[in-house]
């Protein structure tokens, strides 16, 4: 069995959700394509194999969440919190994405090729975002580890109380959050920047980018400072 | 005029606003320009479970042998939608306490106890340690605001989920863990770069609101199959509201977290002035439930100042199914003691306790991670001080303690079942925790607020 088919209008989530689980690693199954999403959450959770899941439509909230080796392509739109919390492997939004997309993932790759919504990569942990349009306010709040590639604009509070991951901003920044600065791109900026675009399909020149990084100024208490983040 | 015009004064008056707490207190606060942080609880004076005592059986009510008859401690928890609902020994668990607040020597000793007894411990704010796996048979998994080092293996042989909303010494705020506790481990499992001070967030990043919440339990109960019993915990402050929230949202189990809940750093301020009592939060918690008819369907802990059996004993006929302990806990492993047990022998430790400015039976210093006595440290060699081996024997025989405590108050009310110690078996000493828990004051029927006086 190569390849399975899932209508979720006929089918409930938990079957499906079930077959990835269990039937999957052991069954050989390379292809799972769902049919008839219509916005349900939390489509393809949880997957522990390298299984390739194909959705035709929109998705709602959680989808791909939690993703470890497996890969989710949604033909559509996706809700809150896509692939949030992803271990490894790959998530790609053909359409939008909405709030928290890839919230604190801890690898893997996520790909959103129309705009995010807002808090894009909050809290996120390591592993890649690419998103081709634009982000929402406070993007990147809090971000620890991993690489943003934001292709279009950023809204407010770009990466407000930034840890060490490394935002690339190739449009206009609304506002920097606290703790972070444009920092010049070098020679391992721009390599970085090709090699997210190329992995995620996308083609645009990676001197147009500019570095989003923390100065680190409240990785520790001050007394001094103005406590006014 | 004689010096006997002017008698000798032999009082001198404080000020009852400016005492000295507050004159030291405006003087740290001149001289850092910072707020304190400390580990620990409120140490205020609160209306608590000391206030309420049992009507033992008599003449209307018939007792249980004390020693001879049965009286169960069996504690079912995650019976509504989980197909894999956590059974315990006694209705007395662990709470959910880091790795990284405490040491991973300390985490193991929990896990041993808990084990042995058989009760369930908990992760906390840094993920799960191989150590806690390993040594618990139960094991809740906290899902918290950060999700520092979360992980879905961990979540998949995790036995239970437990979505942290908030915690009742800081409600409405995150964990925090200062430098000196980040060491390379710690730092590692939480994706930070060690040695600085982490403050957690407050707000999940993937869901605001009780309608999100539920969809975020369903992608627990998708991912692991509907298996795991998942709770939902709160640090109490309007308890009435937020345990109604978390039913709709889809828990199995609710942990209401009251104000005397402890914490190893946060804000003075959050931990004395923020949050209500355990025994208000309690008794709204079961009005909920009841409201709901989900009484029995959803369970309920309660944790925040559990101590002893009759604590136990008195949340259960209040109407918890279960009560959570942590700051009892660390005490019987030796917290604020006045030596650590190493190496075959006992070691003074007044010495360590003086550098940090407290003394043993006054030390909140967890923060610090210099803990005299190896309980809340990262510190290579403090941490050498309890071992996980003297830890559990210690917790062990507290643990089995508050549950012959537990038994023996409730084969004194005539229970064969300590989940069957009920409301009308307490009343209460104080107007404050008659009004509280609305139980009536002792040989009065008078239940403060209620009939409209």
């Not at chain 2, 668990?93 to 000793?109: D, P, R, W």
Request: glycine share 12%; aromatic share 6%; net charge negative.
């Amino acid at each position: 069995m190569e390849r399975m088919s899932f209508d979720l209008a006929q089918t409930p989530l938990r079957e499906l959700n079930s077959f990835l689980h269990r039937d999957a690693p052991v069954k050989g199954v390379q292809k799972v394509v769902v049919t008839n999403p219509d916005g349900a959450h939390n489509i393809a959770v949880g997957l522990d194999c390298p299984v390739d899941v194909e959705v035709h439509g929109h998705a709602g909230y959680y989808a791909g969440g939690m993703n470890k080796t497996g890969t989710v392509t949604i033909f559509g739109s996706a809700g809150t919190g896509v692939a949030e919390n992803m271990m490894s492997g790959r998530v790609h939004v053909k359409g939008f994405a909405s709030n928290g997309a890839g919230a604190s993932m801890h690898g893997g790759l996520l790909v959103i090729d129309g705009d995010a919504g807002l808090r894009c990569g909050i809290s996120l942990k390591g592993g890649d975002i690419v998103v081709g349009g634009s982000v929402g306010s406070f993007s990147a709040f809090m971000a620890q580890a991993g690489r943003m590639v934001i292709c279009g604009d950023a809204g407010d509070a770009l990466g407000d109380s930034l840890y060490e991951a490394v935002l690339y901003v190739r449009g206009s920044i609304k506002s920097l959050g606290a703790d972070a600065r444009i920092e010049p791109m070098g020679e391992a900026d721009l390599a970085t920047v090709k090699e997210l675009l190329d992995a995620a399909g996308m083609q645009h020149n990676p001197k147009d980018f500019k570095r989003v990084a923390s100065a680190r100024s409240l990785y520790h208490w001050n007394a001094d400072a103005d406590q006014e983040y | 005029m004689s010096s006997n015009d002017h008698p000798k004064t032999i009082a001198k008056e404080a000020s009852f606003g400016y005492d000295r707490k507050t004159i030291d207190y405006i003087r740290n606060a001149a001289a850092h320009g910072l707020y304190e942080i400390r580990g620990m609880g409120a140490k205020r004076a609160l209306p608590n479970f000391d206030d309420l005592v049992f009507l033992g059986a008599s003449l209307s009510r018939y007792p249980l042998e004390g020693y001879r008859e049965k009286c169960s401690t069996k504690t079912v928890l995650g019976t509504r939608f989980a197909t894999k609902p956590i059974e315990l020994d006694i209705p007395i668990t662990i709470a959910g306490m880091s790795f990284g607040s405490l040491s991973a020597n300390v985490k193991e000793a929990l896990g041993r106890a808990a084990t042995e007894v058989g009760t369930s411990t908990t992760t906390g704010d840094g993920g799960m340690t191989q150590e806690e796996r390993q040594s618990s048979k139960t094991l809740v998994y906290q899902c918290l605001p950060s999700r520092y080092g979360f992980n879905p293996d961990d979540v998949r042989r995790a036995d239970a989920i437990e979505m942290v909303i908030g915690q009742g010494a800081k409600p409405g705020g995150g964990g925090m863990l200062l430098g000196q506790k980040v060491s390379p481990r710690v730092a590692a499992m939480r994706t930070l770069p060690a040695g600085i001070d982490q403050r957690s967030a407050c707000r999940h990043p993937d869901w605001t609101g009780p309608d999100d919440l539920a969809i975020k339990i369903q992608e627990l109960r998708e991912l692991t199959d509907w298996e795991k019993p998942i709770y939902v915990k709160v640090g109490a402050t309007r308890t009435f509201n937020d345990v109604k929230l978390a039913v709709h949202s889809g828990a199995d189990v609710v942990v209401v977290d009251g104000m005397q809940g402890g914490t190893a750093a946060t804000q003075t301020c959050f931990i004395e002035h923020v949050g209500i009592p355990t025994l208000a939060a309690l008794r709204q918690a079961v009005d909920a439930l009841e409201d709901l008819d989900m009484k029995g369907k959803v369970q309920l802990i309660v944790s925040g100042g559990i101590r002893s059996g009759p604590d136990v004993a008195k949340a259960l006929a209040m109407g918890a199914d279960a009560v959570s302990i942590g700051q009892g806990v660390l005490i019987a492993l030796g917290c604020n003691h006045d030596s650590y047990y190493q190496n075959g022998a006992h070691h003074d430790a007044s010495a360590d306790y003086a550098v940090l400015g407290t003394a043993p039976g006054y030390c909140h210093h967890c923060h610090t991670g210099k803990c005299p006595v190896g309980i809340t440290t990262q510190d290579a060699v403090l941490e050498q001080r309890l071992t996980p081996e003297i830890g559990a024997l210690h917790l062990k025989n507290y643990l089995k303690t508050l549950n012959m405590e537990l038994t023996t108050i409730a084969r004194a009310c005539g229970k064969q079942n300590v989940h069957h110690l009920e409301r009308e078996d307490l009343v209460a000493l104080t107007v404050e925790a008659a009004a509280m828990a609305r139980l009536p004051l002792a040989g009065t029927a008078w239940v403060p607020g209620s009939a409209g006086y």
